[in-house]
């Protein structure tokens, strides 16, 4: 039988004020991105939107989610900054050799900033509705 990948999701607990302030900043930048950028690839940045929904939520809680998040947060700040360095180098190293369009990586990135906000706001709007 399949183990239970949403038993914490959506976590319990309020995202608090900063988090949400960042995240409607975040997304309105995102937003005003996507309505002054010349080429869009809408399918691409659907795809980003559930992807990042999925990794930030069923998937995060589990269990190599959250051994992974385990790992990323014992690692330290300057060992999460090496890695997120990391993997933007590897990103566009592989963007650049591959000669990968640049709508397509910003397309995916645009939406995943939209998916990682609706998160957040999901979380609010579900801690400030939940019935105790």
């Not at 319990?12 to 302030?21: K, M, S, W």
């Not at 997120?84 to 900033?113: D, H, K």
């Not at 939209?114 to 939940?130: C, D, H, K, M, N």
């Amino acid at each position: 039988m399949a183990a239970d990948t949403t038993a914490g999701w959506p976590p319990d607990g309020a995202p608090n004020r900063r988090r949400v302030a960042f995240a409607t900043l975040v997304a309105a930048w995102a937003v005003w991105n996507l309505a002054v950028v010349e080429t869009v690839a809408w399918g691409i940045v659907a795809a980003g939107f559930v992807a990042f929904v999925a990794a930030a939520g069923p998937l995060a809680t589990s269990s190599i989610g959250s051994r992974v998040g385990a790992w990323f947060r014992a690692i330290g700040i300057v060992g999460r900054g090496l890695v997120i360095v990391g993997f933007a180098v590897m990103v566009w190293t592989a963007t650049t050799r591959l000669e990968v369009p640049a709508v397509l990586p910003t397309s995916f990135g645009l939406g995943g900033i939209l998916g990682t906000s609706a998160v957040v706001a999901l979380e609010a709007v579900r801690s400030r509705t939940s019935v105790e």
